[in-house]
């Protein structure tokens, strides 16, 4: 059984981890003297952040998670299949009955309070998030989070690359399955081209991206070789997302990793940190949790915020007694729902590769 006793001081590991990450993103932009300096300030930003933490925690008992994952858009631009966020009734096109969206307004104010609460990242999802110009022109007036937009990538053009240049707080994530015949077979014709096209125009902007892989069972071996990863850093790609697959699809569960898998993975990964360790950040989700002692969702190291301002345990548990936009990110923390998963995951969800709140969604149905 894994519990919050497996990791002995979970934020003290996180801010940790935080700062690792900040170092090594501002070795890898020594090149661009305006990302040197961004991230130089970030790097001391993050720290009052972890102190600021700390304080809520012996102060008032609140334990304040280093990021968010916030779902700003309700329509994309493509048809992926198997996407999480069109089953999950996040996303759709604008002819379908879809969640209502927060205004820009209500977004900044969210953001501006967790900001002050010491949270550090926001990734934004969708939906594809760029489809909301308006929200991301808003959100990246609070200069003092990191905004990774997780996007499809065929919408950066010569307007948004005035815009991420302006706002180095701003981070694009272009998602792709590998290879172009994996992308495109997935999200569609020429998107892997699309894809490669906005990560060499922000390559030769000498500006900080990164990419985003669902691993599965058919591909992990591919995402994780060296000759791909070469391909990436030719890209210009800074940190790569390694999501494993959730079978929230009929019929696709066998793409789903095994235990086999999670711990082939970790080697994997444990080699090419080592291989890469000047080039590229590598994080995994929800693979590096394991070394966390479990599931982070719920508050114990994010949470996610949908459309609406539901305030939800992770973008796979998709269920809410809380709203963000009516009572704050600080009362959402402390959800009666949060506490029942964190309460019930110590107890006995035992971490073994996967998303746990996704195998025990039935459960967390009944709470609610």
């Known amino acids: 059984m894994h519990t919050d006793q497996a990791v002995p001081d979970l934020a003290a590991y996180m801010s940790g981890s935080i700062r690792r ?14 990302e040197a300096k961004f991230a130089y300030r970030m790097q001391q930003t993050f720290q009052k952040s972890e102190k600021r933490r700390k304080r809520l925690l012996e102060t008032d008992g609140l334990e304040v998670p280093p990021f968010l994952i916030s779902s700003i858009a309700t329509t994309c631009n493509l048809h992926c299949r198997g996407c999480y966020a069109r089953s999950n009734g996040i996303a759709a096109d604008k002819d379908e009955a879809r969640k209502e969206t927060l205004s820009p307004e209500q977004w900044r104010n969210i953001f501006t309070e967790a900001a002050s609460l010491g949270i550090n990242f926001s990734l934004l999802a969708g939906g594809e998030p760029m489809m909301r110009r308006d929200i991301l022109e808003a959100v990246a007036d609070v200069k003092d989070m990191i905004f990774p937009i997780f996007t499809n990538g065929t919408l950066i053009g010569p307007a948004y690359m005035t815009f991420l240049r302006q706002h180095l707080n701003m981070v694009p994530i272009i998602s792709i399955e590998g290879t172009a015949i994996g992308t495109d077979e997935r999200r569609g014709q020429g998107v892997f081209r699309r894809a490669v096209q906005s990560m060499e125009m922000l390559r030769d902007e000498d500006l900080f991206f990164g990419t985003s892989i669902t691993v599965t069972t058919e591909n992990y071996r ?6 791909f990863i070469d391909t990436l850093r030719s890209y210009g790609c800074k940190i790569v ?57 719920s ?8 459309p609406d301002g539901s305030a939800e345990p992770c973008p796979f548990s998709p269920f809410s007694d809380s709203n963000v936009a009516q009572m704050g990110v600080r009362q959402a923390l402390q959800s009666p729902l949060f506490r029942k998963i964190r309460a019930a995951r110590a107890l006995g969800w035992e971490h073994t590769g996967g998303c746990t709140l996704f195998e025990h969604r039935e459960e967390i149905e009944q709470m609610v």
Do not use: W
């Open 241 to 297: 997302f390694y999501v494993e697959y959730v079978p929230t699809e009929p019929g696709t569960e066998h793409l789903a990793f095994s235990d086999e898998h999670v711990a082939e993975m970790e080697q994997l990964l444990d080699e090419r940190r080592g291989e890469y360790a000047d080039n590229i950040i590598f994080l995994s989700f929800p693979g590096d949790e394991k070394a966390l002692g479990g599931c982070l969702a």
């Open 299 to 306: 508050g114990r190291g994010f949470f996610h915020i949908g």
């Open 21 to 34: 990450i900040m170092a090594r993103a501002y070795k890898n932009v020594l090149s661009n003297p305006r």
């Open 222 to 227: 591919l995402v994780t070789s060296t000759d």
